[in-house]
């Protein structure tokens, strides 16, 4: 059992858009990423997401409103919902999320991650 220093986990990396592996419990995925500009619409059909901001601010778009994610906030995608981060300057998000969850859902592109980096 060693702890994790979120600070230290994201010095080790500059890339954005690319989740970071940091810690498991059970079945499920303790990440760290960097997002910068857009990413992709998609939704994630059997789970549900948690993006916790660790610095900075995230915009989720959803098809019928927009929700700022300030730092220390978290919020909750639901499974099914579909949905798009949008980062104005870089902001560093620790996300919460089943072992299964593919970074874009149901979307394949350039963007798609099939295996993540344990750090």
Not at 28 to 48: A, Y
Not at 71 to 90: D, N, T
Request: net charge negative; no cysteine; glycine share 6%.
């Amino acid at each position: 059992m060693d702890k994790v220093n979120i600070a230290e986990k994201l010095a080790q990396f500059d890339e954005q858009w690319s989740p970071k592996i940091v810690g498991q419990v059970n079945d499920v995925h303790v990440k760290l990423t960097k997002l910068e500009g857009e990413f992709v619409w998609h939704h994630h059909e059997s789970e549900d997401e948690l993006f916790l901001v660790v610095s900075g601010n995230l915009l989720i778009k959803f098809r019928d409103r927009d929700v700022r994610i300030e730092e220390g906030e978290f919020l909750i995608v639901p499974r099914g919902v579909e949905h798009k981060p949008v980062a104005e300057q870089e902001v560093h998000v620790l996300l919460v999320e089943p072992a299964s969850t593919l970074n874009t859902g149901n979307v394949r592109s350039e963007r798609t991650l099939e295996e993540l980096e344990r750090l």
